[in-house]
């Protein structure tokens, strides 16, 4: 088994590192890693709906989807993800996660496996797990909450109040702690790292180092900037849902939308409201459809448009702001 621990911390990479060794390697992996502040969704969930999208923006908290299924997490410099990559097809998350209880009981924390896929201490949850299986290799990863920042976890994972209405796997949340709360001597993020990565070398006969190559790393940029990093992959591959959502504008009216995104397209958009206007709103209705859901697309095509026709004294900040 190849041990690697993953010096790089950019999210779009990462998952990119996960496809990589997943399909291009014949070996067994064990990996450790962490990410710059990133939300990272499952491969069927709706990317909108798990997350507070203005709060995500504001602090540049990067959105990425990855190859497994599950519920949204997030992540940052003091969460450390652990990915096995094993030969056969093998769904047992007990088993995956073993080394990670006993490396966490040998230093005096209560940890556990509970439920379907979690891993506790004392009831509270510090990491979710997730799987997917590829030609006869089954790739396991989890997250480990170690210093994480509570409050921007909390916040990121918190969508605003919008109604969305689709089929998409949706998260659940849980009480959660990080792993530091409950350690009997202080360790960083980076030593507790080192300890689980010791404790896989001495402990599997199989397991050896690996660094990632000049050639490795050369591909997985390759597959970060044509997948893991572009808006079609992260938010074009939600599946289809409904959301609607008012807004006020500075004038004094309201207006609703009712939108149907598919493919990451405006399907169908239904504009309401108490605002003034003299021309068709479905005037504009008809413009956005088929537009990409994309702030600066919308924008572009309401630009041809003088909006104060349909809404009087309305911006298009202040209907873009609706439709997200």
């Known amino acids: 088994m190849l041990c690697i621990t993953n010096p790089y911390t950019d999210p779009y990479f990462n998952m990119a590192v996960e496809e990589y060794i997943l ?26 709906a798990e997350i507070n999208l203005e709060f995500v923006k504001d602090k540049e908290i990067k959105l990425v989807r990855r190859l497994t299924g599950g519920g949204a997490v997030f992540h940052d410099l003091g ?6 990559v094993k030969n056969g097809a093998d769904p ?11 490396v966490l009981q040998a230093l005096g924390v209560n940890a556990c496996f509970e439920g379907r896929n979690d891993l506790t201490i004392n009831g509270k949850k510090f990491s979710g797990n997730a799987m997917t299986i590829s030609k006869d290799r089954t790739l396991e990863h989890g997250t480990m909450l170690f210093a994480s920042n509570m409050k921007d976890l909390s916040n990121a994972l918190k969508p605003n109040p919008l109604k969305f209405e689709d089929k998409a796997v ?13 350690l009997q001597k202080p360790l960083t993020v980076l030593q507790f790292r080192d300890i689980i990565m010791n404790f896989m070398l001495e402990n599997l006969s199989s397991c050896r180092p690996y660094a990632f190559t000049v050639k490795d790393v050369d ?5 970060k900037w044509e997948k893991y990093s572009t808006r079609e992959w992260n938010f074009g591959r939600s599946p289809a849902y409904r959301f609607a959502k ?13 939108i149907d995104i598919n493919g990451g397209l405006i399907a169908g958009i239904r504009i309401f409201g108490d605002f003034f206007g003299y021309k068709n709103i479905a005037d504009i209705e008809n413009l956005l459809e088929g537009c990409p859901h994309i702030e600066k697309e919308i924008a572009a095509r309401l630009s041809k448009i003088n909006l104060s026709e349909y809404i009087i004294n309305a911006t298009v900040e202040e209907l873009i702001a609706g439709m997200f």
Request: charged share 25%.
């Open 23 to 48: 399909t291009e390697f014949a070996e067994e992996i064990f990996m450790l890693w962490r990410n710059e502040p990133a939300v990272i969704v499952g491969r069927n969930q709706n990317a909108h």
């Open 79 to 84: 969460n450390i993800n652990f990915t096995f």
């Open 92 to 102: 047992d998350f007990r088993k995956f996660t073993q080394p990670i209880i006993e």
């Open 170 to 182: 949706k998260s659940t949340r849980s009480r959660v702690t990080n792993i530091s709360e409950h």
């Open 219 to 223: 591909c997985i940029n390759e597959l």
């Open 246 to 258: 008012a807004v006020k504008t500075a004038a004094g009216g309201t207006v609703e939308f009712h």
